[in-house]
């Protein structure tokens, strides 16, 4: 029997997202193990899974070779990087039923939305990518303006702020139950981190609100990462935080009718 294909991508938990459908595509024709610190994001794909290495892999499926092309979303830089071309989306079978039991039963019939943000983009320490965090008031104004959505909020590490939410879940989640809110909701509201990639892959509805202090950052790495460029879906909505509040809440609301109705 051959040896397994081994695969790495980026360190983080979205380039964990990004990588579960590339591995399941080849695990098809062959073993695979893949390197991630983020096993639960591959549970039931049918692949290994071994810590995070960047050495002794075999393929790695990464976006930096396109990262400053404009011509290219994300998911084609990954894609091509690791030479496959497949749709960005995987099954996710959910696993704390108790968890999912509680969301339905609080929300009462209301619109569940995962909401993530506040939070230091990237999981960074050293304050690199502080601008990609939108505005307090910006997202503020998105969150309240969902109405009577019930609001779950999500995430690991410091709060840099906060906005209202029916349940605050931060740093009470694994990875797992994290994907299964995603699952049970009918929508997620984030600034841009995991959970776009983690929407685009469950093809769920969802909205971002985007930092305009990272679009016009002095770093190309900041500057780049665009909606033209991380967005891969008709499904994923954006707003700048730089709009009119107004402008804000009027996005948000169109969000919650369109959620509302195909829930």
Request: charged content about 20%; proline content about 6%.
């Amino acid at each position: 029997m051959s040896s397994p294909l081994r695969i790495r991508g980026g360190s983080g938990l979205g380039d964990a997202l990004y990588l579960r459908p590339i591995c399941e595509h080849l695990a098809r024709s062959r073993k695979v193990t893949v390197m991630s610190n983020f096993g639960d994001v591959f549970l039931d794909s049918g692949v290994d899974v071994e810590p995070f290495r960047r050495d002794r892999v075999d393929m790695v499926a990464h976006y930096v070779g396109g990262k400053h092309n404009p011509t290219t979303t994300i998911w084609q830089d990954i894609c091509a990087h690791a030479g496959v071309n497949v749709p960005l989306a995987f099954e996710w079978h959910p696993r704390n039923k108790r968890l999912i039991r509680r969301l339905e039963q609080d929300a009462a019939g209301r619109p569940i939305v995962l909401v993530h943000g506040g939070r230091e983009p990237m999981g960074r320490r050293d304050g690199f990518g502080i601008e990609l965090l939108p505005h307090e008031h910006a997202f503020g104004a998105v969150v309240g303006a969902l109405g009577e959505c019930f609001k779950v909020r999500v995430g690991r590490g410091d709060v840099i702020y906060n906005f209202p939410c029916d349940l605050d879940l931060v740093n009470q989640t694994s990875v797992a139950d994290v994907l299964d809110i995603a699952w049970a909701s009918a929508g997620i509201v984030s600034m841009c981190g995991f959970p776009l990639p983690l929407a685009e892959a469950l093809d769920k509805p969802a909205l971002f609100v985007w930092s305009s202090r990272g679009l016009g950052s002095a770093h190309v790495f900041i500057h780049s990462v665009t909606p033209a460029k991380m967005l891969t879906k008709a499904s994923s909505r954006y707003v700048l935080d730089s709009e009119p509040v107004e402008v804000l809440r009027e996005a948000a609301r169109s969000f919650r009718d369109w959620i509302s109705c195909a829930s």
